[in-house]
């Protein structure tokens, strides 16, 4: 949501990348030797090559859960905007999304090197901001896509509707309940 959002914002289509399922190889470029000069260029595909050929937010999420070894070739592409041999095409952003850590399976603490590369937002929404989603006053909340979809009023939702509002009034009393 985040992403769709700021590429809203900043007039781009986005592409978005799971880094975790990422290789060296697929931001490095694979390497393919040129018959005729003996040369090797490095080929990238995907949404990767897309950031290339035209303008487009490039979402690096799960980055917390990237491998060593991906981050070699991923900094490069990060801060001098290179995919194997081949530059960005000049329109083209990169945003990445993490979890922290501590929250991510198999999490790692992002290095130094990484984090010099990124301007580092920290989110969290206010103990208000989620007792609005969960009692139904917020429109992204449970209970507004409920009723969008017409499944207010049986049974079954009024149910949904009285505990989760419960839950966020217990929120005002047990705000550690939250992640």
Do not use: K
């Amino acid at each position: 949501s985040i992403a769709s959002i700021i590429a809203d914002a900043v007039d781009l289509p986005h592409a978005i990348m799971i880094a975790s399922n990422y290789e060296s190889v697929d931001i490095g470029g694979l390497p393919v030797p040129d018959a005729r000069t003996g040369e090797v260029n490095r080929h990238v595909f995907g949404p990767i090559a897309r950031a290339v050929r035209e303008p487009v937010l490039v979402v690096l999420d799960e980055a917390t859960t990237v491998t060593p070894s991906v981050w070699g070739p991923l900094l490069r592409f990060v801060l001098e905007r290179v995919a194997g041999d081949q530059p960005l095409h000049p329109g083209s952003r990169i945003l990445a999304l993490a979890n922290p850590s501590e929250h991510a399976p198999g999490g790692i603490e992002l290095s130094a090197a990484a984090l010099n590369r990124f301007v580092v937002l920290n989110c969290q929404p206010s103990i208000d901001e989620i007792e609005a989603y969960f009692a139904g006053r917020d429109a992204t909340g449970p209970l507004r896509a409920a009723a969008a979809n017409g499944l207010v009023g049986t049974v079954l939702e009024t149910a949904q509707a009285e505990e989760m509002s419960d839950f966020a009034a217990t929120l005002r009393v047990l705000p550690t309940l939250l992640q």
